[in-house]
T-cell receptor, first 108, second 114 residues
Framework: QKEVEQNSGPLSVPEGAIASLNCTYS??????FFWYRQYSGKSPELIMF????GDKEDGRFTAQLNKASQYVSLLIRDSQPSDSATYLC????????FGQGTELSVKP | DARVTQTPRDKVTEMGQEVTMRCQPI?????VFWYRQTMMQGLELLAY????????DSGMPKDRFSAEMPDATLATLKIQPSEPRDSAVYFC????????????FGPGTRLTVL
């Protein structure tokens, strides 16, 4: 079992819809969680981090964390074609452990 | 505009050749990471340094890979000899102090070993 698991996708949503990206992790002791966005051919960039159970909102992005279920998600409201990218979930365990990423495609 | 720089951006080489990749972290950042990204394995940490000292290189194949920080503004990753399975994108990232959860990635070096 991988430490951080994501559905590789691609996840396709129409413009204006909510995109929901999911991630599970295996180490119950993990404390902090991150979402990176990576456009094709580019480097990852941090878009959200969350430490506590519940929701954290930043503009159109909401990160959700459920430590009991070892589950973290990223919601993107009013999805735009410019959101089309691969989204990497990462867990901090002394160092960042990344999932394989979920490819998101937002169709106009 | 502070950013991490990496050279070269692309490298094509033949099996057995030595490859050196360079990274200049953001000025003032004292923690530097080397990652490798492939389709099969995703993004993996190879090694990281703080204040130029290696803290973790457990992800790096020791027999052929080496990483150093000759000074605070330069990190190098060397592969000798290179093999086709080393073909990947190598990213350098930097961070400040103990805030290693906020890492800034460079543009990457795309390595192809024929």
């Amino acid at each position: 079992q991988k430490e951080v698991e994501q559905n590789s996708g691609p996840l396709s949503v129409p413009e204006g819809a909510i995109a929901s990206l999911n991630c599970t992790y295996s180490d119950r002791g993990s404390q902090s969680f991150f979402w990176y966005r990576q456009y094709s051919g580019k480097s990852p960039e941090l878009i959200m981090f969350i430490y506590s159970n519940g929701d954290k909102e930043d503009g159109r992005f909401t990160a959700q964390l459920n430590k009991a279920s070892q589950y973290v998600s990223l919601l993107i409201r009013d999805s735009q074609p410019s959101d089309s990218a691969t989204y990497l979930c990462a867990v901090m365990r002394g160092k960042l452990i990344f999932g394989q990423g979920t490819e998101l495609s937002v169709k106009p | 505009d502070a950013r991490v720089t990496q050279t070269p951006r692309d490298k094509v080489t033949e099996m057995g050749q030595e490859v050196t990749m360079r990274c200049q972290p953001i000025l003032g950042h004292n923690t530097v990471f080397w990652y490798r990204q492939t389709m099969m394995q995703g993004l993996e940490l190879l090694a990281y340094f703080r204040n130029r000292a290696p803290l973790d290189d457990s992800g790096m194949p020791k027999d052929r890979f080496s990483a150093e920080m000759p000074d605070a503004t330069l990190a190098t990753l060397k592969i000798q000899p290179s093999e086709p399975r080393d073909s990947a994108v190598y990213f350098c990232a930097s961070a400040w102090g103990n805030v290693i959860d906020t890492q800034y990635f460079g543009p990457g070096t795309r390595l192809t070993v024929l």
